[in-house]
């Protein structure tokens, strides 16, 4: 569990050191999906390679997962060695979060 949150934190200090703002919901529903379409494929995926399967930067992708991450939607699931190697895999489907990117454009 401590080296979960040691990921977590890792992932702010990258997206505050790039002065990166918050997440579009967008992005965190490209990323959902993304991981989505790997997972159903049977291939894992690794925060290394988010942006190269998303039209994101890395930043971009990184803080979208600590937005899917905080609401729960994806788990971050440590490397021992290499932080960009920790596997990312859903916990829910990215259908919620594009349920609730369309609520807030609703509003």
Excluded: Y
């Amino acid at each position: 569990m401590v080296r979960r949150a040691a990921i977590a934190q890792w992932l702010r200090g990258m997206l505050t050191a790039d002065g990166a703002q918050q997440a579009e919901p967008d992005n965190a529903a490209l990323v959902a999906n993304a991981i989505a379409v790997r997972e159903a494929q049977g291939q894992p995926t690794v925060l290394r390679q988010l942006h190269t399967i998303t039209p994101l930067s890395q930043s971009q992708a990184f803080q979208a997962v600590a937005q899917l991450e905080e609401r729960g939607t994806v788990a971050v699931i440590p490397h021992e060695h290499d932080a960009l190697d920790s596997q990312v895999t859903l916990l829910r489907s990215p259908r919620g979060v594009l349920d609730s990117k369309a609520h807030c454009d609703a509003a």
